[in-house]
């Protein structure tokens, strides 16, 4: 991609990926050219975009290993976690079912916690299961949480959006359906970063976003296996399109762009991942030799290759060190209100102290970021540390607690 001079480092691939440039490409001639509602299929242009949609929805399953007819397009994961969670649960409720629990992780990203909890209003038991100091389940725990009572559904993500550890979903599926539930995964953080395929983690349920992978936002896919055939409830009524399950007119370029985008993922994810990971790697190093005591926040075995989440001692906050390094793009991994910035429910779950978690932040490297990049972005960040100390302890001195 094209850079700007004096344009901030981008490390915050967690939160959104700049559009690859063919994605882009792929995209501008359904803007211009060929807007037609791929749901027009009574004239030429209709049709032509219902076959690029068609495409699209092919490139999509390759990267998960399922078929074109199991994708459901959405507006991104966050819809695709509620339609699987709330659609899987309001079917098996409108059949009689009997298996009542819904089981999730504490780590969860915030959508899927909350669509466990709104089922607790609909007469469902909401279970959510704590994890390891190093953010990974714990199987014996799910084990025991499967054989206490019948379980409808377990919602597992693959990789966590905040410290970027990589559930073991073979196993974690496996047990699943051993136990005769559904299984769902929110894959979000792990498409195009790790190899996928819905049948080895026997997965029913698996949700997909647009801007995760190099694409745009505002487009997402469930996954929904027809073999056995997994049942849900839609969430709204409308025209009928995907199957009745999602009603609404495709949004014909974003789906494109978002096949596109995961075309080039199938054919470069390993080889992203090999490049970022030495990236990762060189920034650490680097990072570390200028900050002693930095500390790595969950399991480095068990990690996704652009992810760090990093403490750093010294008792500065991480909003302070931002503060100090304007020209970097990082993010706390903090819940922000409008009162206050409470600190990250996930690095609680992993038992960090309250100013360990204050004092970290999460870095996402991604297939745009450059060895310049992160050799630039080490050194603002340990300059930016060396600077928050000095206010600190400035701020913290007997004459100016005096003064104050």
Same mark, same amino acid.
């Given at each position: 991609?094209?850079?700007?001079?004096?344009?901030?480092?981008?490390?915050?691939?967690?939160?959104?990926?700049?559009?690859?440039?063919?994605?882009?490409?792929?995209?501008?001639?359904?803007?211009?050219?060929?807007?037609?509602?791929?749901?027009?299929?009574?004239?030429?242009?209709?049709?032509?975009?219902?076959?690029?949609?068609?495409?699209?929805?092919?490139?999509?399953?390759?990267?998960?290993?399922?078929?074109?007819?199991?994708?459901?397009?959405?507006?991104?994961?966050?819809?695709?976690?509620?339609?699987?969670?709330?659609?899987?649960?309001?079917?098996?409720?409108?059949?009689?079912?009997?298996?009542?629990?819904?089981?999730?992780? !504490?780590?969860?990203?915030?959508?899927?916690?909350?669509?466990?909890?709104?089922?607790?209003?609909?007469? %469902?038991?909401?279970?959510?299961?704590?994890?390891?100091?190093?953010?990974?389940?714990?199987?014996? !725990?799910?084990?025991?949480?499967?054989?206490?009572?019948?379980?409808?559904?377990?919602?597992?993500?693959?990789?966590?959006?905040?410290?970027?550890?990589?559930?073991?979903?073979?196993?974690?599926?496996?047990? !699943?359906?051993?136990?005769?539930?559904?299984?769902?995964?929110?894959?979000?953080?792990?498409?195009?970063?790790?190899?996928?395929?819905?049948?080895?983690?026997?997965?029913?349920?698996?949700?997909?976003?647009?801007?995760?992978?190099?694409?745009?936002?505002?487009?997402?896919?469930?996954?929904?296996?027809?073999?056995?055939?997994?049942?849900?409830?839609?969430?709204?009524?409308?025209?009928?399109?995907?199957?009745?399950?999602?009603?609404? *007119?495709?949004?014909?370029?974003?789906?494109?762009?978002?096949?596109?985008?995961?075309?080039?993922?199938?054919?470069?994810?390993?080889?992203?991942?090999?490049?970022?990971?030495?990236?990762?790697?060189? %920034?650490?190093?680097?990072?570390?030799?200028?900050?002693?005591?930095?500390? !790595?926040?969950?399991?480095?075995?068990?990690?996704?290759?652009?992810?760090?989440?990093?403490?750093?001692?010294?008792?500065?906050?991480?909003?302070?060190?931002?503060?100090?390094?304007?020209?970097?793009?990082?993010? *706390?991994?903090?819940?922000?209100?409008?009162?206050?910035?409470?600190?990250?429910?996930?690095?609680?779950?992993?038992?960090?102290?309250?100013?360990?978690?204050?004092?970290?932040?999460?870095?996402?490297?991604?297939?745009?970021?450059?060895?310049?990049?992160?050799?630039?972005?080490?050194?603002?960040?340990?300059?930016?540390?060396?600077?928050?100390?000095?206010?600190?302890?400035?701020?913290?001195?007997?004459? *100016?607690?005096?003064?104050?």
């Amino acid at each position: 991609m094209t850079s700007r001079p004096n344009r901030p480092i981008y490390l915050d691939n967690h939160a959104t990926t700049p559009c690859d440039p063919r994605v882009l490409a792929a995209m501008r001639p359904w803007w211009e050219e060929n807007f037609a509602n791929p749901g027009s299929v009574e004239h030429g242009m209709g049709r032509e975009a219902e076959a690029a949609v068609d495409q699209a929805r092919a490139q999509v399953a390759a990267l998960i290993g399922a078929e074109p007819t199991e994708i459901l397009f959405t507006s991104g994961a966050t819809e695709a976690n509620n339609l699987a969670i709330k659609g899987a649960a309001r079917f098996a409720a409108s059949q009689g079912t009997e298996r009542r629990r819904v089981v999730t992780l !504490v780590t969860e990203h915030k959508c899927v916690l909350e669509s466990v909890r709104d089922l607790a209003a609909e007469g %469902f038991e909401p279970v959510l299961l704590p994890v390891r100091p190093d953010g990974l389940l714990d199987l014996a !725990v799910l084990e025991a949480a499967l054989a206490e009572a019948p379980t409808l559904l377990v919602s597992v993500m693959a990789v966590n959006n905040e410290i970027g550890v990589v559930q073991d979903l073979a196993a974690i599926g496996a047990m !699943v359906k051993a136990h005769g539930a559904l299984f769902h995964t929110d894959a979000a953080q792990a498409a195009g970063r790790l190899p996928l395929d819905v049948g080895d983690i026997r997965a029913d349920l698996l949700s997909l976003s647009g801007h995760k992978v190099y694409g745009p936002k505002g487009i997402g896919a469930l996954y929904v296996r027809r073999r056995p055939r997994v049942r849900l409830a839609p969430l709204f009524s409308g025209g009928g399109q995907e199957r009745g399950l999602r009603s609404g *007119t495709l949004p014909a370029p974003l789906v494109v762009g978002f096949g596109e985008a995961c075309r080039i993922a199938a054919l470069e994810g390993a080889l992203d991942a090999g490049r970022i990971a030495g990236q990762r790697a060189r %920034f650490r190093d680097a990072l570390a030799a200028q900050v002693p005591g930095l500390l !790595v926040n969950g399991s480095e075995a068990a990690r996704v290759a652009g992810n760090l989440s990093l403490s750093f001692p010294g008792g500065v906050t991480a909003q302070a060190i931002m503060a100090a390094a304007p020209e970097l793009c990082v993010s *706390t991994g903090s819940a922000c209100s409008s009162a206050e910035v409470e600190p990250s429910y996930v690095l609680a779950a992993l038992g960090l102290p309250e100013a360990q978690a204050r004092a970290t932040l999460r870095i996402g490297m991604g297939r745009f970021t450059s060895p310049a990049d992160v050799d630039r972005a080490a050194a603002a960040l340990g300059a930016a540390w060396r600077r928050a100390m000095e206010t600190s302890n400035r701020s913290d001195s007997p004459r *100016t607690r005096a003064a104050e």
